[in-house]
T-cell receptor, first 114, second 111 residues
Framework: NAGVTQTPKFQVLKTGQSMTLQCAQD?????MYWYRQDPGMGLRLIYY???????DKGEVPNGYNVSRLNKREFSLRLESAAPSQTSVYFC?????????????FGAGTRLSVL | SQQGEEDPQALSIQEGENATMNCSYK?????LQWYRQNSGRGLVHLIL?????REKHSGRLRVTLDTSKKSSSLLITASRAADTASYFC???????????FGKGTSLLVTP
């Protein structure tokens, strides 16, 4: 049981390049989330997917797009990377969309935009 | 927006001592959760306390919740070097879809 798997673990981009961060969970969870974590900060929600087929903006969605490909997979795309998007990105999942539930996190993707 | 605020930002203790971290929040909640993050890793859920609970235990962890003061504390008893990590509180509202995380307390436990 792998839990939440994120790929890649590390990535370096040049300003203006695009990339997609992949996330998959094998816990049959309905809801999935993308967060970013910056030094000295807690986690900030970028986008979430309450259930398969739905996505909604979080606190900091600008510059990102997401796709809930199926129940297992939720990807985050940077269309034109900017240095301000240098961060550690975490994917998480939970049984239901309600914030009453525990979230399970992946190991993170460390992204540098030069 | 970040609702939880942990205090202190950093804490350094010796093995065997107790570690206490505090969290304050601003709006009404359904529950409050504590997570641990080891360096370079993802967050791991530790404990959840509901708004109608005042205290909860899990192993060496003790969490209290005071909804009148909008605050919570996490106590780790008999700390070990392996407890070295950042600890985050996260609040869950009755209607919101996401957890609101604080900035975390960095705990260092030295042998």
């Amino acid at each position: 049981n792998a839990g939440v798997t994120q790929t890649p673990k590390f990535q370096v981009l040049k300003t203006g390049q695009s990339m997609t961060l992949q996330c998959a969970q094998d816990m049959n969870h309905n809801s999935m989330y993308w967060y970013r974590q910056d030094p000295g900060m807690g986690l900030r929600l970028i986008y979430y997917s309450a259930s398969e087929g739905t996505t909604d903006k979080g606190e900091v969605p600008n510059g990102y797009n997401v796709s809930r490909l199926n129940k297992r997979e939720f990807s985050l795309r940077l269309e034109s990377a900017a240095p301000s998007q240098t961060s550690v990105y975490f994917c998480a999942s939970s049984y239901s969309e309600l914030a009453k539930n525990i979230q399970y996190f992946g190991a993170g993707t460390r992204l540098s935009v030069l | 927006s970040q609702q939880g605020e942990e205090d202190p930002q950093a804490l350094s203790i010796q093995e065997g001592e107790n570690a206490t971290m505090n969290c304050s929040y601003k709006t009404s909640i359904n529950n409050l959760q504590w997570y641990r993050q080891n360096s370079g890793r993802g967050l791991v859920h530790l404990i959840l306390i509901r708004s109608n609970e005042r205290e909860k235990h899990s192993g060496r962890l003790r969490v209290t919740l005071d909804t009148s003061k909008k605050s919570s504390s996490l106590l780790i008893t008999a700390s070990r070097a392996a407890d070295t990590a950042s600890y985050f509180c996260a609040t869950a509202s009755n209607s919101g879809y996401a957890l609101n995380f604080g900035k975390g307390t960095s705990l260092l436990v030295t042998p």
